[in-house]
């Protein structure tokens, strides 16, 4: 029986979406703009990346001609040469474009409902949540309360933080809020406990996830923030092409923050580990676990984390080159019928105004030895996606989104 291996380059938008122009990011375009950064030479950076951007085996699976289709343009560095492999764009229909909505859509179920967010003022949050929530997590008040980057709020903020015991509080134009602190004067078992308080306080304004947001460093030039983020979601509204894989008995093996994302419903083994060179190691350790019929699941966020929000051009380039150049290994211990896809959950144009996600069409890859070398064109839905692993794993087909395999 053929496994599946999804993998989610978080925040690799190529463009196109239609309906950008109401989340303010017409013209938005992740690979595009990064593409034609690296072309003219604004890319370069000394001992990260130089030249143009150079992605030899996505190229091949179909990255340029899925970017031509999505966004008009094929970019710079990359070809229409599409020599293996199923490729296809794919839109979203889900209402944020957020983590957890593109994430959902693409394991078949999309949002159709408005997540809560909150007000662009200072302070962002209503008194009364921030009462609620120092009174039951036990706190000497709170810090920040407001938008804010999570590096330059911890850099802000940090100090004071350790000297007062307060967490750092903040949100952006997602439907998040965030805690900050640090993990050795405040503690990550702390920092998880306030966690849990928080989201049984923001499920009635239906926020889709509260985030911890550790860091380690004692003044604002060394703070680091560490590898143990932990994402406090909501429950999925619908099964997901989880719950359908571990309903059949098969193993799902979630890499990274997937399980987090899906608030752990549908997951059989979770499997952690910090950095994308990380999670590739761990994507192929558990290909080496996966037995018949399973699914393995990763997401690699430092392309959104470390490289989109931060607005870091040459970082994100690098990343997919390191990325593209480990592909050959996963490829190598593929089974005659897995299948591998690669796509994206929404985009982060490290070019666009601002530090959001940014409303985009995504890449859709397929590689299998048992797939003929085609077009799947253009997807309605990222449901598509999961309706293809659950057609290619012979699972129950879901309401949303159809196969194109």
Not at 152 to 172: D, N, Q, R, V
Not at 360 to 386: M, Y
Request: charged share 25%; with cysteine; aromatic share 8%.
């Amino acid at each position: 029986m053929p496994r599946a291996i999804l993998c989610v380059l978080d925040s690799f938008g190529i463009g196109g979406a239609p309906d950008a122009v109401d989340f303010g990011d017409e013209g938005a375009n992740t690979l595009g703009h990064i593409a034609e950064k690296c072309a003219a030479g604004e890319a370069d950076k000394e001992g990260v990346r130089q030249g143009p951007l150079f992605l030899p085996n996505m190229d091949m699976l179909g990255l340029g001609l899925a970017a031509k289709a999505a966004a008009g343009t094929v970019p710079p560095g990359l070809s229409e040469d599409h020599k293996a492999g199923v490729w296809a764009h794919a839109k979203e229909v889900s209402k944020g474009k957020d983590t957890p909505s593109g994430h959902w859509e693409i394991a078949g179920v999309p949002v159709s409902f408005d997540w809560g967010y909150f007000p662009e003022t200072e302070p962002c949050f209503a008194p009364d949540l921030i009462e609620k929530f120092i009174e039951e997590a036990k706190l000497p008040g709170i810090l920040g309360n407001k938008h804010a980057s999570g590096t330059t709020i911890i850099a802000e903020l940090g100090e004071e933080h350790i000297k007062t015991g307060k967490p750092i509080c903040y949100t952006s134009a997602d439907s998040v809020f965030q805690i900050a602190a640090h993990e050795q004067h405040f503690g990550l078992d702390r920092l998880y406990e306030i966690c849990e308080i928080a989201r049984k306080l923001l499920d009635p304004l239906n926020i889709g996830r509260v985030i911890a947001r550790p860091f380690n460093g004692e003044n604002a030039d060394d703070f680091q923030r560490t590898g143990n983020r932990r994402d406090f979601s909501v429950l999925p509204p619908e099964p997901t092409l989880l719950d359908r894989a571990k309903e059949a008995g098969r193993k799902v093996l979630a890499v990274g923050k997937i399980s987090d994302i899906y608030a752990a419903q549908g997951v059989t083994h979770k499997i952690k580990a910090s950095g994308n060179m990380a999670l590739f190691d761990a994507t192929l350790d558990a290909m080496d676990m996966a037995e018949d019929g399973d699914l393995i699941f990763t997401n690699f966020v430092d392309f959104d984390m470390e490289y989109g929000h931060r607005r870091d051009v040459p970082g994100y380039a690098a990343a997919l080159e390191k990325f593209d150049r480990r592909l050959p290994e996963l490829v190598a211990k593929m089974r005659q019928d897995d299948v591998l896809i690669l796509t994206a959950d929404h985009g982060c144009d490290p070019t666009w105004k601002g530090t959001d996600h940014t409303r985009e069409q995504v890449p859709v890859l397929c590689f299998s030895p048992n797939l003929h070398k085609a077009s799947a064109g253009g997807r309605e839905t990222f449901a598509d996606i999961g309706e293809s692993v659950a057609s290619w794993l012979k699972l129950p087909a879901g309401p949303y989104g159809k196969s194109f395999l």
